[in-house]
């Protein structure tokens, strides 16, 4: 049976997680290599690693992190930000990412989900979304619309069609991260969840809000989403306390979630 | 010293990553001429099965890669797209594959199944063999794919994965062995397998 997956979202500036709530006020944490490694050894089943200043900095996207994350890490990793052709895409997988997380990108240039698609396999693209509930209007009748530019920028497009447009360019998988809950440690936006995961047929992976276990049952029970990602949960210093990725799973699987077990590490014969 | 097989949409970095970390000696292929002085081949796949045909006729890679491995009977490890295209034909993109094991490879469908199958699953080992030594039943591997082979003889059977058909998740064949979960990102468990086959 497919598992759930707990999925670690990186905010990286410079080589160095950090954490922001609701996009602002971030403080630094550790070495990404470090944070990455420490998770891998708990049984982290992904990782998505943001490179939250390359877009706003119009730069590239720090590759040499992405190799290092490589060299060590053997679980699927995702990259994003400041991706802007397909040759950065290329550049990025070539240097040991699985997939590619566009975002803001995607809604500039919706062209690119469908050239990443056909030139890499739709299982790379990931299509990010910023969300946030607005009020009801013949543009964005579900209420909740996308944001762009780390939150900054409203774009007048309702959440769930653009979740279909991006699926029918070729998106493998949409993560969904709630605005209004991003940071707050108040539980994921279980309505945005349902709303986007009846409207598409790929993957769905909830984020933005997980502050307890309770928070990623609730979306392992209460939708259909595929994966969670869990953020300050794990490294937050602005949370009382933080989770290992066994204190995640186990009560999760006791809970009737199937989820996998992080194996033994493997050290190959001398 | 073996040859990761580099093309075009490949991952082959991360195979090679994954090899380097397990003390093994690697080397990206690009051209038949570095096929030369390899011992073993693995062949790892992303993207779809037409690019990757497309990608080896182009490079010259499939002639070379068949001479060594149908020919010489160097071992040959698939992953992913690299365990599809072994197979008779795809129906992603309606084309004929390299034909080395008899079977066709078909696309998942079925009410409320997510495609592309993205995730960790089960593989459920069906027989002994040295490729699976030290590996526990039932462990978990990484997987994405839209599609599935269905091989005509059973006996090519290792594993078997549950997503909404079971299917075969390894498959060998003499000197040629292949997985459908990314042997190189699927952990411990996936370095083993590795592991495994460089000491085949």
Same mark, same amino acid.
């Given at each position: ?41 708990? *049984? ?51 240097? *040991? ?73 070729? %998106? ?37 809000? %997980? ?60 | 010293?073996? =040859? ?18 397990? =003390? @093994? ?63 008779? @034909? ?8 390299? =034909? ?39 462990? @978990? ?40 979960? @990314?042997?190189?990102?699927? =952990? ?13």
């Amino acid at each position: 049976m497919l598992t759930k997956r707990i999925i670690a979202c990186l905010d990286v500036v410079k080589g160095t997680v950090t954490k922001a709530t609701q996009f602002q006020d971030n403080i630094a944490v550790a070495p990404a290599v470090d944070v990455i490694r420490e998770l891998y050894r708990q *049984g982290i089943d992904e990782v998505i690693f943001f490179d939250i200043l390359a877009s706003a900095e119009k730069r590239k996207i720090d590759i040499e992190t992405v190799r290092e994350v490589a060299r060590h890490v053997f679980v699927p990793f995702t990259v994003g930000g400041g991706l802007k052709t397909l040759e950065d895409l290329r550049e990025t997988l070539k240097a *040991g990412a699985e997939k590619i997380s566009i975002d803001s990108m995607a809604v500039r240039n919706p062209d690119l989900i469908r050239q990443g698609a056909e030139a890499f396999g739709r299982q790379c693209m990931v299509v990010s979304m910023q969300v946030k509930r607005v009020a009801k209007s013949p543009e964005i009748p579900t209420g909740f619309e996308v944001m762009i530019d780390g939150a900054r920028v409203a774009t007048g497009m309702d959440a769930i069609a653009w979740a279909r447009r991006a699926e029918s360019l070729g %998106a493998g998988e949409l993560c969904i991260n709630s605005i209004d809950r991003d940071g707050t440690h108040s539980g994921y936006d279980i309505e945005l969840l349902q709303q986007i995961c009846g409207a598409v047929n790929v993957p769905v992976i909830a984020s933005g809000g %997980a502050g307890t276990v309770d928070h990623v049952l609730e979306a392992f029970r209460d939708t259909e989403c595929s994966a969670a990602i869990v953020s300050s949960m794990l490294y937050s210093p602005r949370l009382p306390r933080n989770f290992s990725v066994s204190e995640i799973k186990a009560p999760l699987e006791a809970a009737g979630v199937p989820v996998r077990p992080n194996p033994e590490p493997f050290q190959p014969p001398a | 010293m073996i =040859g990761v097989i580099d093309y075009e949409a490949g991952n082959a970095p991360s195979v090679v990553s994954a090899l380097t970390h397990l =003390g @093994h000696a690697s080397r990206l292929v690009a051209s038949p001429a570095e096929l030369g002085s390899v011992d073993r081949v693995i062949l790892p796949g992303v993207g779809s099965a037409a690019a990757t045909l497309e990608s080896l006729e182009s490079s010259g890679l499939r002639g070379a890669i068949e001479a060594r491995v149908r020919g010489e009977q160097i071992p040959f490890l698939g992953i992913c797209v690299g365990l599809q295209i072994l197979f008779e @034909h795809s129906e992603e993109g309606d084309v004929p594959c390299l =034909g080395w094991l008899e079977g066709r490879v078909r696309r998942f469908e079925g009410p409320g199944l997510r495609v592309p199958q993205i995730g960790w699953n089960v593989a459920e080992q069906t027989r002994e063999h040295p490729l699976l030594a030290g590996l526990p039943h039932g462990g @978990h591997y990484y997987f994405v794919n839209s599609y599935y082979v269905v091989p005509v003889r059973p006996e090519v059977v290792l594993c078997t994965t549950e997503y909404g058909v079971r299917f075969a998740s390894v498959v060998a064949d003499g000197n040629v062995y292949a997985a459908q979960f @990314h042997i190189e990102k699927s =952990g411990p468990l996936g370095l083993r397998v590795l592991d495994n086959f460089a000491r085949l």
